[in-house]
């Protein structure tokens, strides 16, 4: 399969934890980019690497959110001191052609 | 900036019935157009995405969408609303660095 895969599917953690989530892209895209998408709405730009390079961040991203590409390749969301409101899932897809192709996400809950 | 707004957060047809879904879009630079769809608990597949050239561009599943500058408009449709299409949409549009800004999303609702 050669899709966006993310790890895991699912993370349910207690408030104040730690997460890390996973995205590996497709193997020939430079481009990748994270979403945040919470119940009823549209995914909401979070992040996006070229190649290692991690070219913009939204003002969504605080300070407890950090994103890695260490190699270009696959890319790690972490989110440090986790609080109810972070909640949601979050997407990872990477670019060709301007045409994003999105995994399926990880769905993030915070007890 | 860009910008969506998607009129409409639910929609609902019945089966064989004409599907519309609109989308209205802000840019400030020749837009790149998308339309994505989400089934539950997965992630977003492309059904049509505009770029350049024609302005009526045709998907996946019998969707279709016309590029209306003069209206700042991508509107989806599907002439014969099927069983299956009822899932979310969301129109989107590509900015400067290929970072996407969503609508809010439309819900499909298909009556038998």
């Known amino acids: 399969d050669t899709g966006v895969s993310q790890n895991p599917r699912h993370k349910i953690t207690k408030r104040g934890q730690n997460v890390t989530f996973r995205c590996d892209p497709i193997s020939e895209h430079n481009r990748l980019y994270w979403y945040r998408q919470t119940l009823g709405q549209g995914p909401e730009f979070l992040t996006y690497f070229q190649n290692e390079a991690q070219l913009e961040k939204s003002r969504l991203l605080s300070d407890r959110f950090s994103a890695e590409r260490p190699k270009g390749s696959f890319s790690t969301l972490e989110i440090q001191r986790t609080e109810q409101g972070d909640s949601a899932m979050y997407l990872c897809a990477s670019t060709a052609n301007y045409e994003q192709y999105f995994g399926p996400g990880t769905r993030l809950t915070v007890t | 900036a860009q910008s969506v707004t998607q009129l409409g957060s639910h929609v609902s047809v019945s089966e064989g019935a004409l599907v519309l879904l609109r989308c209205n879009y802000s840019s400030s630079v020749p837009p790149y157009l998308f339309w994505y769809v989400q089934y539950p608990n997965q992630g977003l597949q492309l059904l049509l995405k505009?770029?350049?050239?024609?302005?009526l561009v045709k998907g996946i599943n019998g969707f279709e969408a016309e590029f209306k500058k003069s209206e700042t408009s991508f509107h989806l449709t599907k002439p014969s609303a099927h069983m299956s299409d009822a899932a979310e949409y969301f129109c989107?549009?590509?900015?400067?660095?290929?970072?996407?800004?969503f609508g809010a999303g439309t819900r499909l609702t298909v009556k038998p």
């Open positions: 505009y770029t350049t050239g024609a302005t």
């Open positions: 989107a549009v590509s900015g400067p660095n290929n970072d996407m800004r």
